[in-house]
C-alpha cells in the first residue's frame, strides 16, 4: 500500500516558469512532511520542509503548500532554473517502532527545466 | 569536515557473494538508517537503528542485515538470499528527530 502518492512523475517547465509537484498521503498519523532534492548519482538533499499547523512555508525560491484537510501538499518552484533539473521526493514522517521516526517517501518527479 | 561518507561508490558483485557496503558518519547522530533506490520505485527502508546494539527491520529487510556496534557506523551487508540486489543504497542518519539527512550512495550492480 502506498501511503504517500506523489505526482507527476515527470515535469518540464520554461526557465522562468513556475513548477509545482503535487503529494497526498493518507496516514493521519503522519506529523512532518519534507521535501529533498536529488542530483543523477547523489545523495538526497534536505530543501524544505513543513509540520500540519502551518499552511504554507517559503524559502526562497521554493514553497510548500499544506491543506490538512484533503491530506496534500505541494512543492512550488518560483522562477525555475535550470539548476532546479533534478529528481523530487515528498515524503512524510511519522513515529514508529523503537522510538525512532521513520520516513515514508513518494516515487519522485523528475524535473526538466528548458531555457 | 561533518558528514556521511559511504564507501564504496560503486561495487560489483558476482551471484552468490555477500557484501558489505560501508555507511558512517561524524555527526553524532543516534539513528541511522538503510534505504534502496530503484528507478520510479521512490526510497524503501531496509534497516534502522536508533540505538548502538540495537536496530529493527523495515520495509524490505530480506536478504539483508546490519550490525550497530559503534555510534558512527552501521555497515549493511547485502547476502546471497537477496535475489535482486542490483540498486542504489543510500544510508541516513538523524539526531534523533524526524529530520534525517543522506549519504552520497553506493551503486551496487550483480554480474
Known amino acids: 500500500q502506498q501511503q504517500v502518492k506523489q505526482s507527476p512523475q515527470s515535469l518540464i517547465v520554461q526557465k522562468g516558469g513556475i513548477s509545482i509537484i503535487n503529494c497526498a498521503y493518507e496516514?493521519?498519523?503522519?506529523?512532518?512532511f519534507p521535501w529533498y532534492q536529488q542530483f543523477p548519482g547523489k545523495g538526497p538533499a534536505l530543501l524544505i520542509a513543513i509540520r500540519p499547523d502551518v499552511s504554507e512555508k517559503k524559502e526562497g525560491r521554493f514553497t510548500i503548500s499544506f491543506n490538512k484537510s484533503a491530506k496534500q501538499f505541494s512543492l512550488h518552484i518560483m522562477d525555475s532554473q535550470p539548476g532546479d533539473s533534478a529528481t523530487y521526493f515528498c515524503?512524510?514522517?511519522?513515529?514508529?517502532?523503537?522510538?525512532?521516526?521513520?520516513?515514508?517517501f513518494g516515487k519522485g518527479t523528475k524535473l526538466s527545466v528548458i531555457p | 569536515d561533518g558528514g556521511i561518507t559511504q564507501s564504496p561508490k560503486y561495487l560489483f558483485r558476482k551471484e552468490g557473494q555477500n557484501v558489505t557496503l560501508s555507511c558512517e558518519q561524524n555527526?553524532?547522530?543516534?539513528?541511522m538508517y538503510w534505504y534502496r533506490q530503484d528507478p520510479g520505485q521512490g526510497l524503501r527502508l531496509i534497516y534502522y537503528s536508533q540505538i548502538v546494539n540495537d536496530f529493527q527491520k523495515g520495509d524490505i529487510a530480506e536478504g539483508y542485515s546490519v550490525s550497530r556496534e559503534k555510534k558512527e557506523s552501521f555497515p549493511l551487508t547485502v547476502t546471497s538470499a537477496q535475489k535482486n540486489p542490483t540498486a542504489f543504497y543510500l544510508c541516513a542518519s538523524s539526531p534523533g528527530s524526524d529530520t534525517q539527512y543522506f549519504g552520497p550512495g553506493t551503486r551496487l550492480t550483480v554480474l
Open positions: 496516514n493521519t498519523a503522519f506529523d512532518y
Open positions: 555527526l553524532n547522530h543516534d539513528a
Open positions: 515524503a512524510a514522517s511519522m513515529l514508529g517502532g523503537a522510538g525512532s521516526y521513520q520516513l515514508t
